[in-house]
């Protein structure tokens, strides 16, 4: 640990509940945690929205904890001179655990198996009769020998990737980003997608993990989904937006998607039956918010007591 004392002390500033054990790495001497502060040293965020939000002088870091930075006025900030970190890798094992959780969850029809279980209350002894039927109608499918495609091979997909090798899926990946063949290494039996048309028209299922940008904006469309397979299961723990929502919902109208399993619920299609929503739980464990909390604090606190800038 560094025994820095600064000439000032710099104040920190919160905009969501950042864990505690990161945090405490901002010793009292240095720092002052000040949420109410107008002119803060640094700001440490999570989802919150800081598009709108006037920066004081003194800022001269925002640290994501997180993944995304589309809540962060990028362009804004590089005009101005304020250093922008995230913390990538920091959450990825507990979206990982919520994709795979939730793919098979779907395929096995428990969250409409609950729901309907529920409504058996009351029925005392003849529950069991009842149960059979509820059986016979949610016969589900195993994951097994079925092609995922993976769209984007970061910290996340990566992660999602060979697990789902694991449990002996068929794993096909596409990165738009990633180009250079030792990406490809963190597993030589996924199925490397020359094309993004190549992932659609032969996966089961379909999860992405790619950040929102003017490129990936609206990628699940009218267009794309009829290139899918019918009955196309697809999984967005990544970001709004990469969905048009008008037309995901025609799509589960007419089939063509079987499920739409979502971490960013929209009205288009929140209350269809083969919809499964969250409400933005991916990277939501304990685990994840205190190594996103303390990476974020490390890296603030390096960039203000040495200048270095590690986004990592
Ligand atoms: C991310 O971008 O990593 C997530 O949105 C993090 C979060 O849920 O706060």
Redesign the pocket.
Known sequence: MSSVILDNKKTIKTLNNIAESGLKIFNKDNYTIDNESENPDAIAV??FNMHDLEFGDNLKAIAR????VNNIPVDKCTERGIVVFNTPGA?ANAVKELVLTSLIASSRNLFEGTTWARTLKGKGDQISKHVETGKKQFVGKEIKGKTLGVIGLGAIGALVANDALNLDMDVIGFDPFISVDTAWNLSRTVHRAMTIEELFANSDYITVHVPLTDDTKGMFNEKTFSIMKNDVTILNFSRDGLVNESDMAAALESGKVGKFITDFPSEEVLNMKNVVPFP?L???TKESEENCAVMASHQVKDFLETGNIKNA
């Open positions: 999570r989802s904890a997180g993944a995304g959450n933005h991916g990277a939501s």
